[in-house]
């Protein structure tokens, strides 16, 4: 198949999940047009069978806020009827599903086949879909789609919840590449940033609100004052790192602490990782939590979205209330203290992410597109 896949390029999950997508249906055979208005972070090697489409925004005095929806639209319309596509994935409702609509109402009879699906993966839905300023048009939107899945059983009923949806909804959870995710001999990286032995902990995020980045601090901080020996390594970048910053120096906790700003190779650093923490105040699935689980890393989060969906309390970790940051450094210390429940939980945190292999996920995509491709196929022929 020719498939359009359209994302946000930045390091957040959804660009992550529709980069390794692309790369997993490529490796099945298929052509991937990846559309987006920069390269996609894990775009990160050349093949043929991956093309990336960069939607080019032109700026005119006029536009304050140049309409990047019409030109997606305008990029969406060239390949569908240039390159043949057969399929049009969007990640994301705000705006990708909205231009997609917008292109085949463009194109009309000539991509009446080429059916859009809609993959839901978090903000879009639970923070900015629900606004006011949004909400008809996403309903709408959502609703135009010829296929709509989600990443988590949490963020479907979140959807019918809070939208006027009279689709199906499918959940297709996200994946991970356990070749690449895998615990790997980082002996040296250890050894220079924990010199005496230290336990790591480490957290990775885009440093949002939504992510409580100074209670990892606070967590961090409750694992010291129990007497841990310990170094917390802070991935990825965002408008509070400063705030983490400053509670790290307000506790004279920045010898311990490094900020280590956005990284490429995660697993790396998940590598000489012993303990994950996730304490965000909205996750719909957390796939930095699984990347951490699939390198054999236990993971302390917050009991909120669909996190209990890939951290089984007691199994690979902790479930913890949310902003309770007292119970989450116990149970980060709990496991820090313990050499034989941690390794217990390292394997089932491994055990938990085989789960949700990448082969095995990306096939119930090709599938569900060739479900909704024959659907679309049996409309048209209905309406002749
Ligand atoms: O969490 C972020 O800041 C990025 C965000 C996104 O939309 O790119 O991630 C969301 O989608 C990921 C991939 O499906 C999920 O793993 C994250 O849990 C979800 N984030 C939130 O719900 C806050």
Redesign the pocket.
């Known amino acids: 198949m020719n498939i359009g896949i359209v994302c ?1 390029p930045t390091f ?4 992550v ?1 529709a980069t390794e997508l692309a790369k997993g249906l490529a490796n099945r055979g298929h052509t991937l047009h990846i559309l987006s208005y920069a390269r996609p972070a894990r775009l990160d090697t050349f093949r043929t069978d991956i093309r990336f489409h960069e939607v080019d925004l032109s700026t005119y005095p006029l536009f304050e806020y140049p309409p990047y929806d019409l030109a997606l639209a305008n990029v969406m319309v060239n390949l569908i009827k240039h390159e043949k596509l057969d399929v049009l994935h969007v990640h ?1 409702a705000i705006p990708h599903a909205t231009s997609a609509f917008l292109a085949k109402q463009i194109l009309k009879e000539q991509a009446a086949h080429v059916p859009i699906i809609t993959t839901l ?3 879009d839905i ?1 923070l900015i879909g629900r606004d006011p300023s949004y909400k008809d048009v996403v309903d709408f939107s959502i609703n135009q789609s010829d296929g709509v899945t989600a ?1 988590s059983d949490y963020l479907r009923d979140e959807t019918y919840k809070f939208f006027d949806i009279e689709k199906e909804i499918r959940v297709i959870p ?1 994946f991970i590449d356990l070749e690449r995710f895998k615990r790997s001999d980082k002996g040296h990286f250890k050894k220079a940033i924990c010199p005496n032995g230290e336990k790591v902990l480490t957290h990775v995020s ?1 440093f ?1 609100a ?1 992510k409580r980045v100074p209670d990892v601090v606070e967590i961090f901080s409750r694992v010291i004052e129990n007497g841990i020996d310990a170094k917390l390594l802070m991935v990825g970048d965002g408008p509070d790192r400063g705030a983490a910053e400053v509670r790290c120096r307000e506790l004279g906790l920045c010898n311990k602490v490094h900020f280590l700003g956005k990284q490429e190779q995660v697993e790396e650093v998940l590598s000489i990782t012993d303990l994950f923490l996730i304490p ?1 105040g ?6 930095a939590a699984l990347e951490a689980m699939s390198c054999g890393v236990p993971v302390v989060s917050s009991n909120i ?2 996190l209990p969906e890939v951290n089984i309390d007691g199994v690979t970790g902790y479930l913890c209330d949310l902003a309770d940051v007292d119970r989450m450094g116990d149970c980060a210390t709990a496991i820090m203290a313990n050499e034989d429940l941690h390794e217990r939980m390292s394997v089932a945190a491994r055990h938990q992410a085989e789960r949700f292999e990448m082969d095995q996920v990306v096939a119930v995509y090709e599938n569900y597109y060739q479900e909704i491709r024959e659907q679309l196929q049996e409309k048209i022929h209905l309406k002749m």
């Open positions: 946000y957040g999950g959804s660009g999940v994301y993966h978090g903000t639970t990443v996200n885009n949002r939504v965000s909205s996750e719909t699935f957390g796939l979205g669909g």
